[in-house]
């Protein structure tokens, strides 16, 4: 259960301060997949509030959540830039109108 001292709102700050000495050892790029899991904890801050008790990994599972989003996020950036490839090479096979 949350501390009964802070609000949902408090714990998420609490939350994200607490992640800020982590987020200051990484890449920008990391920092970057941190600062949007901060926003996630804004907006998720009462099922949070309701679980702390389930966090004992969290800077592990963070990072490991933080590889997997830029994995992620490059291969959808290859994958569109395929599409577009082939979107191009179909133009130029197009009979002109």
């Known amino acids: 259960m949350a501390p ?3 609000s949902t709102t408090e714990l998420a700050h609490k939350l994200i301060a607490d992640l800020k ?3 200051d050892m ?3 790029s990391d920092r970057r997949v941190i600062k949007l899991f901060c926003d996630y904890i804004l907006r998720q ?3 949070i509030s309701n679980a702390t008790d389930l966090l004992p990994l ?3 599972l963070i ?3 933080a590889e997997e989003h830029k994995k992620n996020n490059q291969e959808f950036a290859e994958l569109y830039n395929q599409m577009q490839e082939l979107r191009r090479e179909l133009e130029k ?3 002109a109108e």
Request: aromatic share 0%.
């Open 26 to 28: 990484l890449s920008p």
């Open 58 to 60: 969290e800077a592990a």
């Open 4 to 6: 009964k001292n802070l």
């Open 45 to 47: 801050r009462v099922p």
């Open 21 to 23: 000495p982590l987020m």
């Open 63 to 65: 990072i490991i959540q």
């Open 93 to 95: 096979l197009k009979p």
